[in-house]
């Protein structure tokens, strides 16, 4: 099945290049990304080519090539400490509605020296 895409979305305008982004890793189905208003450095985003809001309305083909790309950007950036975050529903916190992987880095204090 193809794709769905929303004109007024904006992961999906990501997705076609209307916005700007700093790619990371491209799939048939995923694209991944740099948050825009990072956590913490090389906080990431994966998302599903399919315009969908949450992660239970995502077909299982979208989720299974989401989380491989997940680690290879935890492989890509060396993380040992990182959180993988996903959050449905304005009371969960999300606030764009288009599912999105958070990829957080968690930085060990030594990181913050020098
Ligand atoms: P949520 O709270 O919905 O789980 O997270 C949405 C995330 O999308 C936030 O971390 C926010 O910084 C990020 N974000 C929102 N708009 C943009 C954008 O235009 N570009 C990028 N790269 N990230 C965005
Ligand atoms: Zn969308």
Redesign the pocket.
Known sequence: AAARSLASC?FCK?IKGE?P??KLVETELSYS?????P?SKG?A?VIPKDHTVKMHELPDEYLADAMPIAKKIAIAQGLENFNI?Q?NGRIA????DHV?F?VIPKPSASDNEG
């Open positions: 904006i990501i916005i982004s700093f990304f740099l948050d825009i208003g956590l906080h985003l975050l959050n916190h999300q606030e764009v999105h958070h």
